[in-house]
């Protein structure tokens, strides 16, 4: 980390995609750091009730709510997520490559399968262990009109606030909140109001 920020006086200038790694930067003196955010294809998130059903069906994935506990990943807080939820009777999912051993279903995926999966899902967590830049699987989520409980760490804070979803502080309080979330499916609603600003036209 030292290596890096003594390297980094020699850049001409930084850019971040969040507020919060702007400020972080500015905070320690590096003058020219501009902010430019994510941008997604809005095209890639219309779905037919059709291949959502499909979707369900081929990975066997109905009946039961779905909770999307992000990639399969120990950073990515899964396996405190996975502990805090096994008891819910819920379908509970990750995704990418599997890098920690859970007995949550895991699914490895092309994007627009990806897709489906959060659009299909009922919530999505993204309790990261670390500070995030952004968080493109927040934010696809919301553009898919899915809730989002996340930790808020990094960059992650200020799509989550600015979505009005859920941050968790700590994982002893992820139930609750999963509770609250599965009984106001509305959330998603709020979360893509904000999200949908995010175009690659604008950007």
């Not at 200020?158 to 106001?184: N, T």
């Not at 999200?195 to 950007?203: D, G, K, L, S």
């Amino acid at each position: 980390e030292k290596i890096f920020y003594h390297h980094l006086k020699k850049a001409d200038a930084i850019i971040t995609i969040s507020k919060y790694w702007q400020d972080h930067f500015l905070e320690r003196g590096y003058p020219k750091v501009y902010l430019i955010y994510n941008a997604f294809d809005m095209d890639q998130f219309h779905f037919e009730e059709k291949e959502i059903l499909e979707f369900k069906r081929k990975f066997k994935l109905e009946g039961r709510p779905i909770v999307y506990l992000g990639n399969c990943q120990r950073i990515k807080g899964v396996v405190e997520a996975y502990d805090r939820l096994k008891d819910l009777d819920v379908h509970l999912v990750t995704s990418g490559r599997r890098e920690v051993n859970i007995p949550a279903l895991n699914l490895d995926l092309d994007y627009r399968d990806y897709l489906l999966l959060l659009k299909s899902s009922s919530l999505v967590i993204t309790m990261s262990k670390f500070k995030e830049g952004w968080n493109r699987t927040a934010h696809e989520a919301m553009l898919c009109k899915i809730p989002v409980i996340g930790s808020g760490l990094g960059g992650m804070r200020e799509l989550l606030e600015g979505g009005k979803q859920i941050i968790c502080d700590g994982f002893d309080d992820l139930e609750e909140k999963v509770y609250y979330v599965l009984d106001h499916p509305e959330t998603g609603e709020r979360g893509y109001e904000f999200a949908r600003r995010f175009t690659v036209e604008r950007f």
